[in-house]
């Protein structure tokens, strides 16, 4: 019996010492990383039906990225600055999107083989070794190195996608603050009208709280990606996949600070009053890996307004906030 418990010690310390994790394949959310060239994207359906509208300007079609001129009126941009000015502003947070996808691959890579292949030598060391011939015993020393090195392979992969989240966090050097006050901001609700006039199909329950982000000189968002493979799983109380993004300019940035699209070739410029809006995913949900982003560095102070519109109604204090809920359906 002490010669069982030595093989399983030593089997489990050789699975510690040998395993090896690959980085996550999966893209991240800031929701961030090396997505696979065009020519292996997957066709993606339609995204949200969208009204026409006569400040409208695609600068790319399939994916569409638009430029919304003239988004809300100049007066707007300044309250929503003046605001962003008096909140306490911390810095902008990065969620590891498509986490419980790259825990599940890895374990099964492990499951399926390092510890099968473990449990295996640990049954065959049993026999030729110490001439254990009792098949019960045989079955439970394998299955029993089998379970420990599942477990240790779990415990080091949490721990190596906590360490990855970290690391993600550095990719992002902006501030940012949620408007979640009872009473609007100017230019908050203007906002809100301005996408559900454009997106007719949504509701202002799906959209996102108004977040406003500050770029000091410097700053910036390192691509990454709004939608998420794993939503369905992972964004449930935030409502699921997002499914389009709104970005509005507070302010005119004319030293960098520009949006860029790396696979698709194009940026927009920060350009006060003006709004961006693509769609990280299609209507039904299904991620399209052609959006990647990033926040280039400007050279002098940049604020956006983000909002998120989600697949479904938000349940949570991330969600549009009640008094602009209760403005907009009075309007």
Known sequence: MRSKHCITLWLTFSSCAALILPAPRRPIRTRHHAAPPLEFVKAVGAHLPLADDAQTTYVHRDPDVLILRNFIKKEDCDGLLAAGRAASLEKSPVEYAGWTEDAAELLQTWASGPAAWIALAAVLISVNIFGVEDRIQLAETGLGV?????????????????????????????????????????????????????????????????????????????????????????????????????????????????????????????????????????????????????????????????IWVHARPIIGETGCPPGTLEALRNR
């Open 146 to 306: 089998y379970v420990v090195n599942l477990g240790l392979a779990a415990v080091a992969i949490f721990g190596f996608l906590d360490q990855r989240k970290e690391k993600l966090q550095a990719l992002r050097t902006s501030k940012s603050v949620a408007l979640r006050g009872s009473t609007p901001a100017q230019g908050e609700v203007a906002c809100y009208e301005r996408l559900l006039e454009l997106l007719p199909s949504i509701t202002p329950e799906s959209c996102e709280a108004l977040t406003l982000i500050k770029y000091d000189p410097g700053d910036a968002l390192a691509p990454h990606y709004d939608a998420n493979r794993a939503a369905d799983a992972e964004d449930v109380a935030r409502g699921g996949q997002t499914l389009a993004t709104l970005l509005v300019y507070l302010n005119d940035v004319d030293d960098g600070g520009r949006t860029r699209f790396n696979k698709l070739g194009i940026t927009v410029a920060p350009r006060k009053g003006d709004a961006c809006l693509f769609f990280p995913a299609d209507a039904s949900g299904q991620f399209d890996e052609r959006l990647e982003h990033e926040g280039e560095a400007p050279g002098a102070e940049k604020w956006i307004g983000r």
